[in-house]
């Protein structure tokens, strides 16, 4: 099951990296109706290059995977609440794409990260 499990949350770690360098190009360039956000579009790459190392550690079984899977969704959560208070609190443009992501990624990042926490607390 731990394998099983290790593997998913790899696979869906690289998925998650996929679509913030969506957003990080969106962001640099105006694509998919958003407008140009520099600083959304520093934070979309350094996620997705977090959530990209950390699955290539769990898909390889790398020994500091688990560790990686903690500390790249604990830091793409953040990520992603920062750009809701940016929302809130900024005068940029909000769309509803945007609030859309905000939300399912920040859920998702939360239950990766409470899955990475239980299985490598078990595990060990």
């Known amino acids: 099951m731990n394998d099983a499990l290790r ?3 790899g696979a869906m770690a690289v998925v998650f990296a ?29 996620c997705a290059a977090g959530l990209l190392v950390a699955g290539y550690g769990s898909l390889r079984g790398r020994v500091w995977g688990w560790n990686a899977l903690i500390y790249a969704h604990a ?17 940029s443009e909000d769309t509803a794409l945007n609030t859309w992501y905000h939300r399912v990624m ?5 239950l990766g990260l409470g899955g990475s926490f239980y299985i490598s607390r078990t595990d060990r």
Request: hydrophobic fraction near 65%; proline fraction near 6%; aromatic fraction near 4%.
């Open 75 to 91: 830091g793409a959560l953040v990520g992603v609440l920062v750009g809701v208070l940016a929302l809130a609190l900024g005068p």
């Open 7 to 9: 593997k998913l949350l």
């Open 106 to 110: 920040a859920a998702l990042l939360a």
């Open 18 to 46: 996929l679509t913030f360098l969506t957003g990080a190009v969106s962001h640099a360039w105006g694509l998919l109706g958003e407008p140009v956000i520099v600083p959304a579009t520093v934070v979309e790459s350094a």
